[in-house]
C-alpha cells in the first residue's frame, strides 16, 4: 500500500521492534510484523497483531515484571 505519512513511499512486509511503557511495566517485543515504507520508514501493524501485542504486555504485568524483553510468536 502507499504511506499515509509521507504519500510518496510504499510499505513493504518486515519486522520492527515495539515498545510499549504501560504503568510500572516497560514491555519489548521483537520480530512483530509490520509493514514498513521504503522512503520514510513508518510502520503499519495490524490491529490482530496489536491485540496479540497487547497479551503479551498484560501477561507481563501479571506477571510483575518492571522491563520484559519478548519475542513475538504469531498465535
Ligand atoms: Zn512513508
Partial sequence: MTCIVCKKGSTQPGTTTVSIDKGATIVVIRDVPAEICSTCGEEYIDAHIMKDVEKLVASA???????????????
Avoid at 61 to 75: P, R, S, V, Y
Wanted: no cysteine.
Fill in 61 to 75: 504485568q501479571k506477571a510483575g515484571l518492571n522491563i520484559a524483553i519478548q519475542q513475538f510468536n504469531a498465535a
